[in-house]
């Protein structure tokens, strides 16, 4: 059977597609809908839902919505909220489902089957999809669906949705299912018929009632629960003793070592941090050269004028200048994606786990702030999965100050020219370990500011978290490709859209008003952008930072990137030379006349670290807290931490020099 590859908003029928996390349900619902899907926010708050359509035997089809991850109906956390009222019918524009889609991991059958158990109870028929079967056949573990299918009376799938195996099977099973329209007929079969809970949860919609959410009967019912899960797993899996190979084992004993976890850890994310510098160039060059020629070819091609000089000299630099860090991000991505993949990032996190509560975070913050290097504002929406509120907001205040995407171009133009091009005992690169400290240094910052922010603001609440530890696997290239791809391309739209805007209007600031006849200097100080730099030059000159830093820090506030476009327009690049390369010249010029130092470098890369210039994470920040205060409490604090540090930087290393 064909998959789907569009969105049709009339299928006359709904699927939820429902697990626990990380038990590849997300890549399922990839897999059942192609590469169309609609994305958008439930009402009333930012968790996402993505919605798509599947193909039906017969020339039909369903909508099937990707739930939220969860590992039980009766959590506290938004997202456990949002599926329970998503089964009950209650958000606005999403019916009650006609059909739920269990997800579960082959190789976590009885943690898995926990939450499996509330959905059948919920009286809405159901498809079990036995996932992460190739996992399951090489640990040993053999699963026998027909008896499990008897035992919940639920059809049962066993599929492997990373490389779409057993797919059309489960589109045949959904499609008999919705036909069929038959909830099973074990509901509370895990009850005992004596008990007093059997009547209280059969007369309600047992575990999406209110009854059965009373914290005074959770544990009993948890218990009951996995009695009777332990019973059906024994009768419908066979085992080996240990679910891991030796060498499995042995590897993953070794990753998570007391002794030896932390220096692999630190090893690996510093060869992720060389790659981006030495694996980058060729491709870099590519790009560079590429719009070296499109800006000569269009400056020939067009007359002379305000319109050639806006395209040749703002908007192509401007544009181009963000382009050619398009290789080093998509490393970044590639290498925290075979992280990912592999299974190791919950090994970091367990590594890092006792070190994250000293400063006052729990295990699950770690996730958002690993999102965050990417870009913050994934970082602070995944922060919902955290129950406790002071950890969340702790979390939320602290994401920005991960070295994101956006403040890579900043660093590598920095750092290409003043970090010279050595290599530290042989093999280590001097520009790859400055960007290292960079990452580095923004991690130390933020616990320090959770430190501070728990044991003065947010120091009432406690949380308790247990970390899932998935088991080691093969990275599936393809599945790794496509998530860079789609950050790509999130980060290009930045570039057309922000970007070109701030492009355009940094040229006009940088050309307007032409200086008067017998002016000295550079042209651009007698332009709006110069005087607003010449105004702020006092207060930022502490810091090591003349007028020009001054106008490319303030045309960075709405995003960081533009920096570096900002640099190139007030340089005045030449449309001949290649721009990225140019710009990397001229400030080495600035170097040897004493006008941008090596000092100034490490000042702004420090500012960078730790200044909040992204008016996007300030927006989510609004309506994750809900709160103006805390949105603007974190622009400021961050900017006054950025001013500060880089001051310390400056000045500190000025009494070295001196």
Known sequence: MALSTYVDDNCPKSIALIGNPNCGKTTLFNGLTGSRYKVANYPGCT????????????????RLFDLPGTYALIGSTLDEKIVTQFLRGEIPGCDKPDLIVAVVDATNLERNLFLVSELIDAGIPLVLAINMMDAAQQSGIKIYGELLSRALDVPVVQITARSKGGLPSLLAAIAKALADNTPSSKRFTWLPEDHPLRGTLTQSEGPLSKASRDDKIITTIASLRYAWIRSVVAKGTSQPSKAQSPSVS??????????WGLPIMLGIFGLIFQAIFLWAQWPMEIISGTVET??????RLLPPGMLTSLITEGIIPGVGNVLIFVPQIAILFFCIGLLEDSGYLSRAAFLLDNFMRKVGLQGRAFI???SSFACAVPGILSTRSIPSRSDRLATIMIAPLMSCSARLPVYAVLIAAFIPKTFVWGFLSLQGLTLLGMYVLGVVGACGVAWLLKKLLLWKESSFYVMEMPPLRRPLIRVITRGVFDSVVSFLKNATTIILACSVIIWFLASYPKPQEGFVGNPVQASYAGQLGTAIEPAIKPLGFNWEIGIAILSSFPAREVFVTTLSTIYNISDDDDEHQGLIKTLQ??????????????SLMVFYVFACQCMSTLAVCKRETGSWGWTLGMFGYMTALAYIASLVTYQGGKLFIQ
Do not use: H, M, Q, Y
């Not at 042995?250 to 002794?259: C, E, G, N, P, R």
């Open 47 to 62: 968790v996402e839902r993505r919605e798509g359509s599947i193909a039906l035997l017969g020339g039909s089809c369903a």
């Open 368 to 370: 958002p702030l690993l």
């Open 250 to 259: 042995a590897l993953d004993k070794i990753l998570t070592s007391k002794i």
């Open 294 to 299: 499109t800006s000569a070819w269009l400056t």
């Open 589 to 602: 010029e600035r170097n040897r006349e004493g006008s941008f130092s090596t000092l100034t470098a490490l």
